[in-house]
């Protein structure tokens, strides 16, 4: 399927022409089919479907039998402390606890599995398909975006790859002063890369991200025989990538390789808690999602590499019937492509090994709760692709995994409800012992208080072991010596397990509440991620704890008063209710950030050592411009004819005819443009959407740079 091309040294001598500045925005297309897949028909093409090994047979076994056995157990033990009589709360109760006690299960059986993990190699011989790496970006920093970029193509350079190579920065922003941001950047970065770097914005955002790629292969996916995907603030090493490839070339059955990104960067305390918790136990959920998975595994949207064939035959995703939330663009589109993928016969792997995989993370609990919005609508469209023809029942369990994961939050959030008026009802109400009139022995209440105590332990245990389990492993590793030392990483261990016991009861909340408004029809939209954060002020922070402050002081006012012996369970919860304000302002500070480091808390191997790709990355950011955002860079456009040139550089030569709305954009921003007296008053007459028009527009652009600065 591949359209055969020139080298790639020869490629770019065509498109540059006599200088740098005359090099194209994007390579010669080379158009690629992409069928919009019919989920409700057999999938079409693709390798024979295989078996997996025993090895992974074995694996499912312990993960889902161990996990099926422990909601055996729970229910049983359950079901003893009520009675054989129980009561409809009780029954409700019992309801809600047996799901509640198979997921803490399922996390630790997932843990023992990953001991079943395969060993993996790569090949020595690296192949010579040809690849692309994308970066699809949206109203991002494009400066530390796109210095990610030059130091890849650096290490791919050193890999003996730079013949094979080419990066593309696929632009979906529609904010006209960061549409110049990023041309700037691509232009110094050009200079500074030993590979070609290509840089696309889109008219419109059609089906977001999985759109954005979709668009860049059926123009351009018959130059590559596999491409990877990164995110804006993500980056594997040139080795890793080599790697990739080569384990993709030597088994010609694979469709996707996902790697196991390991966070970096992190400098408030949730940050660096969630990338230690990341680096200390992620390898281990990483080893047994791998082991069970086998070859019907799961993508996570980037860090990850793709056959181009496989890719496009069987990932054209239709919009789902309906309106938002539930219809519509697929957002997590990931698992869906992950899921076609499988039915089609490809393999999906979850490489554990590699480990030069790195991403950002999210710096406060707001940025945080603002980005689960959309994971929770999209894995709760996955409810309606479950009856996917030909779907993999594995795909499954990776979808239905998905949907608990936020499911979780109001089932657990019930269960403590349920428990509450449980213990209410047993304090207001007088045990009837005789129902009968003619009744000789009593009837006395069932509850076995011990029985429910041991069952909270057990909880507790499973819950906690795979953390001790990884803490452990990391002792006899490289890991602990990188880290500080056992007793660092044992204490950065207790830190972590706190700060999350604070931070869960908030989160059982939000969750809770945004799967309610989904289920109003509120759909999330698509906003910008966060990746630099700041801390909030106690005004924000208030307004969006206040109600968690009241639940949790009533509830202990409550308690308090009537069943303080429950305060012993529930204290966790309040106390995370409680300070969440506090909790929410604190996470988010890098001065604490930075203490924690001094002290040797919470610190990871990339910390101590940073990646190299990552130190360099650092440092192109440095030679490039530094962002300028806002009325500020339109008017630098305007002004300096560099800047303007290397705008330039980066619009497509041609567009054809426009659809009648943006045709429309250019006519009215032109019309005002020619009565304006200078190109800061013409700014003041364009709208956001024909200022986007006049930055997309050459003929526009030249019309307006000519009238009086």
Not at 222 to 228: A, K, L, M, P
Not at 428 to 442: G, R
């Amino acid at each position: 399927m591949t359209i055969e091309q020139p080298p790639l040294a020869a490629s770019c001598r065509t498109a540059k022409g006599a200088s740098d500045t005359a090099l194209a925005a994007m390579p010669p297309e080379a158009p690629l089919a992409m069928p919009v897949q019919d989920f409700r028909s057999p999938p079409r093409g693709g390798p024979a479907r295989h078996m997996n090994s025993l090895r992974v047979w074995l694996a499912r076994l312990v993960a889902f039998g161990g996990t099926a056995a422990i909601a055996a157990l729970g229910f049983r033990q359950m079901l003893a402390t009520f009675g054989t009589d129980p009561t409809l709360m009780q029954i409700a109760f019992l309801t809600l606890f047996v799901p509640t006690f198979a997921w803490v299960g399922f996390s630790f059986c997932a843990t023992v599995a990953g001991f079943l993990a395969p060993r993996l190699t790569t090949p020595d011989d690296p192949g010579n398909a040809r690849l692309a790496v994308v970066m699809p970006i949206y109203h991002e920093n494009a400066t530390a975006s796109i210095s990610l970029l030059v130091a890849l193509a650096r290490e791919i350079a050193t890999e003996g790859m730079a013949e094979r190579t080419e990066i593309f920065v696929l632009s979906d922003s529609r904010d006209a002063s960061i549409a110049v941001q990023e041309s700037q950047a691509l232009a110094a970065a050009r200079a500074l890369s030993p590979l070609p770097i290509w840089y696309r914005r889109r008219a419109d955002n059609e089906d977001r991200k999985s759109g954005n790629i979709a668009e860049f292969l059926r123009r351009w996916g018959g130059r590559f025989d596999q491409f990877v995907v990164l995110d804006a603030d993500s980056v594997m090493t040139g080795k890793t990538i080599r790697e990739l490839s080569a384990r993709m070339s030597a088994d010609p059955s694979v469709g996707l390789i996902q790697t196991m990104p390991m966070l970096v960067g992190g400098e408030t305390i949730l940050a660096r808690q969630t990338q230690f918790a990341g680096r200390v136990y992620g390898p281990m959920i990483a080893r047994g999602v791998s082991a069970w998975s086998g070859d019907t595994g799961n993508y996570w949207g980037h860090n990850a590499i793709i056959r181009t064939e496989a890719f496009t035959q069987a990932c054209g995703l239709p919009r789902l019937p309906g309106r938002p939330p539930f219809g519509g663009t697929i957002l997590s589109h990931d698992f869906v492509e992950a899921a076609a993928l499988c039915r089609a016969g490809w393999k999906v792997r979850l490489d554990h090994d590699l480990r030069g995989s790195y991403e950002g993370c999210p710096p406060t609990l707001m940025d945080m709760a603002a980005r689960e919005r959309r994971w929770a609508q999209g894995n709760l469209q996955h409810a309606r692709l479950l009856g996917m023809r030909g779907m993999r029942g594995i795909s499954r369990v990776h979808f239905v995994i998905g949907m608990m994961s936020f499911l979780m939050s109001p089932i657990w959030l019930a269960l403590i409800l349920v428990g509450l008026v449980l213990s209410a009802t047993v304090l207001l109400s007088t045990p009837e012992y005789f129902p009968n009139a003619y009744q000789l022995f009593p009837e006395w209440p069932v509850f076995d208080s011990r029985r429910m105590l041991w069952l909270f332990a057990i909880a507790m245990a499973l819950l906690l072991l795979p953390k001790f389990i990884a803490t452990f492993r990391a002792w006899a590793r490289p890991l602990a010596r990188n880290s500080g030392g056992r007793v660092r990483i044992f204490a950065s261990a207790l830190f972590e397990t706190v700060l999350s016991a604070l931070i869960a009861p908030v989160q059982m909340l939000v969750q809770t509440r945004q799967i309610a408004e989904i289920l109003r029809g509120r759909d999330s939209g698509w906003n910008p991620q966060i990746r630099a954060g700041h801390v909030p002020g106690w005004g924000l922070v208030l307004r969006h704890h206040w109600s968690h402050v009241l639940l949790g002081l009533g509830t202990l006012v409550v308690l308090w008063q009537f069943s303080p012996p429950q305060l012993i369970w529930l204290s966790p919860i309040l106390a995370g209710l409680i300070l969440s304000p506090l909790t929410a302002r604190l996470s988010a500070s890098a001065v604490l950030g930075r203490w924690t480091r001094m002290r040797g808390l919470l610190v990871t191997p990339e910390e101590r050592d940073p990646p190299s790709i990552l130190t360099e990355a650092a440092a192109i950011a440095r030679a490039l411009p530094a962002p300028i955002t806002g009325r500020e860079a339109l008017l630098r456009l305007g002004r300096d004819p560099q800047v303007m040139r290397n705008h330039l550089a980066a619009l497509p030569p041609s567009e054809g005819e426009l659809p009648t709305a943006r045709a429309l954009l250019r006519v009215t921003a032109g019309a005002k443009i020619d009565h304006a007296r200078s190109q800061s008053e013409a700014l003041d007459y364009l709208d956001p959407a024909e200022t986007d028009a006049l930055v997309s527009d050459r003929a526009l652009l030249a019309r307006w740079s000519a009238l009086p600065a």
